[in-house]
């Protein structure tokens, strides 16, 4: 009987599949757990591209897998960081593909003060390590900034304290990006706001600040907490205009103010730095000009005292003409004098050189001159016979070793050459001759053409008379003969009996103006 009973209840046990059993475990853990408060401390955290953040929770004995949505993660007031302790809201679900549960975190919190300044020491120290906070990255702040870049929130104190304290020391344009300087959206728009700054070119419609002051009030390490945030800090140092930084009060310290080139302990501090006082500069400068007028009087005065004691020391102009002219009447009279004296000197001088050079010594000289050539004469001829006898008796030495064949040889080879040399002088010579005798014809017919014999045979004629050429009637008239050429021969009117014709007559060329 019991094992029908047994074998009737394990036949009665309903079926589930997958699926139906992950559902009914879901409802179940979402009913029981439907809204939770965790505290534990952040373990692995993953961000990936879709925006979602991944992150466990844990304590010493077991491990909780959280997610955080994208929209709730971009505003999370404090991004979870690994090894922070937190308090995380949110609502117990599973995860049927993985059969896990987890928790769908709502918001995030630093579980206390300590959590929440032990995160800050962490991000401190490495954001030191990568120097963002090297003092050698801060730079000078300008003396007189034109235009003034304020980021804060428009509508508290903090601005118009800024603006009044700027209005009584030394008025600048000011140009206000308003953000806000607490909650979720402080971080990146205080980040977004500096680099908007930065991103203005200079000269354009809307000028670029000279300096930046980054300002809000006091409050709270929470209410603070946006400008510890690492966008906010890496905005500030990469900034290439001077920033100071002004947040809270003076004991309040965030991190930007280790980034920002100078920290003011409050926003009217901060304008107290960005500008000097206009009424003690204008002061100044009108103190610097009247000790500079002084100066300038005193430093004339003494110069001009200097110039009148140095103008009495000096000697008047006629005094100082009084001793060169006096010098120069002295010289001239001397002059005269001196040129005789040097004239006689030279003139005796002259004297002692030419009684050196009487006629005796110089026939002396000529004479010991002859006998010395003579003398060398007599030595010459012997001299030149023994050098000759040396000199055939070493051709003869040398002429024994000598062979008339090479000789031959090469005179038989240039006498070849010679010849063959000699034809083609011929040859380049006869064609030579013959090409110049026949441009010489060609001349010489080119002349026949040109002559004035041409243009007889086409019907023109020579006129002389008394040995000229007739070119007018009148000189015809007074002629006693005249003598007309025609082409084939010359004939002679008056004077004497005509000439008989002659074909090829050799006569004087007619002058210019003979043809008719």
Not at 299 to 321: K, Y
């Amino acid at each position: 009987m019991s094992d029908l009973i047994d074998d009737g209840e394990a036949g009665n046990t309903p079926e589930y599949s997958v699926s139906e059993l992950s559902g009914a475990v879901k409802r179940m853990i979402e009913g029981e757990f439907g809204f939770v408060r965790v505290k534990g401390e952040v373990g692995r955290v993953s961000r990936p591209r879709s925006g979602h953040l991944y992150l466990d929770l844990k304590d010493d004995r077991a491990v909780i897998s959280g997610i955080v949505w994208k929209g709730v993660a971009s505003r999370l007031q404090t991004q979870p960081e690994e090894g922070m302790e937190v308090v995380a809201t949110g609502r117990m679900t599973t995860f049927p593909g993985q059969s896990k549960y987890q928790i769908v975190i709502e918001d995030i919190r630093p579980a206390g003060m300590g959590a929440l300044m032990a995160m800050l020491e962490k991000r401190k120290a490495q954001m030191q390590a990568e120097g963002l906070f090297d003092p050698a990255r801060k730079r000078a702040l300008p003396y007189l900034p034109e235009v003034i870049g304020v980021v804060t929130s428009p509508s508290g104190a903090v601005i118009r304290d800024i603006l009044h304290r700027l209005r009584d020391r030394f008025p600048r344009k000011v140009l206000v990006w308003p953000v806000a300087v607490q909650g979720a959206g402080c971080a990146p728009e205080v980040a977004r706001a500096i680099e908007g700054f930065n991103q203005l070119s200079p000269g354009g419609a809307l000028p670029r600040p000279d300096l930046l002051i980054v300002a809000r009030g006091g409050g709270s390490v929470e209410d603070l907490w946006g400008f510890n945030e690492e966008v906010v800090v890496r905005a500030a140092a990469a900034s290439e205009i001077p920033l100071i930084s002004a947040v809270g009060h003076e004991t309040d310290t965030t991190l930007i103010d280790y980034a920002s080139d100078k920290r003011a302990p409050t926003p009217t501090a901060a304008a107290e730095m960005a500008v000097p006082v206009r009424m003690e500069l204008m002061g100044w400068v009108s103190e610097a000009g009247t000790r500079m007028t002084r100066a300038m009087g005193q430093r004339i005065e003494v110069r001009g005292q200097r110039l009148r004691d140095l103008t009495r020391a000096l000697p008047r102009p006629d005094e100082l003409l009084d001793g060169p002219r006096q010098r120069l009447d002295v010289l001239g009279d001397r002059l005269p004098q001196a040129l005789t004296r040097l004239v006689d000197r030279r003139r005796l001088q002259l004297s002692e050189q030419a009684g050196s050079l009487r006629p005796s010594v110089l026939m002396r000289a000529i004479a010991a001159e002859r006998a010395r050539v003579a003398d060398r004469s007599a030595r010459l001829a012997p001299a030149l016979q023994r050098l000759v006898q040396m000199r055939r008796e070493t051709l003869a030495r040398r002429g024994d070793g000598l062979s008339l064949r090479p000789i031959q040889r090469e005179i038989a080879a240039q006498s070849d050459r010679l010849a063959g040399l000699s034809r083609r002088m011929d040859q380049a010579h006869t064609g030579r001759l013959a090409e110049a005798r026949r441009k010489l014809e060609a001349v010489d017919r080119l002349r026949e053409t040109l002559g004035y014999r041409e243009t007889l045979r086409r019907g023109y004629a020579v006129v002389r008379g008394d040995g000229h050429v007739l070119t007018s009637k009148a000189a015809a008239k007074d002629a006693t003969g005249l003598e007309i050429e025609f082409a084939d021969g010359r004939l002679k009117i008056g004077g004497g009996s005509a000439a008989k014709p002659a074909a090829k007559a050799k006569s004087k060329p007619p002058e210019q103006g003979s043809l008719f």
